[in-house]
């Protein structure tokens, strides 16, 4: 799980052109290594091994190191008893307006 710094990391210092160079950047080792292949320079398990570590590399690199880009990232950054404890600040702080719905869905089981 990446962390509150991570996330901060991932959304205000790698900017869109890092990530399009690293997507370049894989695109022509993939190149480089689909012409070894066709050359008989490389083997079929190194092939697919360098080939799982170029795609490894990039945006999807970034999300898994540092989590991912904007709000998304930011609920993985927060641990799930934080979440819970918001709801249930949310529940008791609007109880008064809550209070008439919750009563009609209890008749409505009754």
Do not use: C, H
Not at 15 to 24: G, H, R, S, V
Not at 27 to 42: F, N, T, Y
């Amino acid at each position: 799980m990446a962390s509150f710094t991570d996330w901060l990391a991932r959304n205000f210092f790698i900017t869109a052109d890092q990530e399009q160079t690293a997507a370049e950047v894989a695109a022509a080792q993939q190149s480089i290594l689909d012409r070894q292949r066709d050359e008989g320079k490389v083997g079929a398990a190194k092939y697919l091994q360098l080939s799982s570590e170029i795609k490894d590399t990039g945006a999807q690199f970034f999300d898994e190191q540092l989590g991912k880009k904007g709000v998304p990232g930011l609920v993985g950054t927060v641990p799930w008893w934080v979440w819970a404890a918001l709801v249930a600040g949310a529940v008791i702080l609007f109880w008064p307006r809550l209070r008439p719905f919750v009563g009609k869905l209890t008749q409505r089981f009754k």
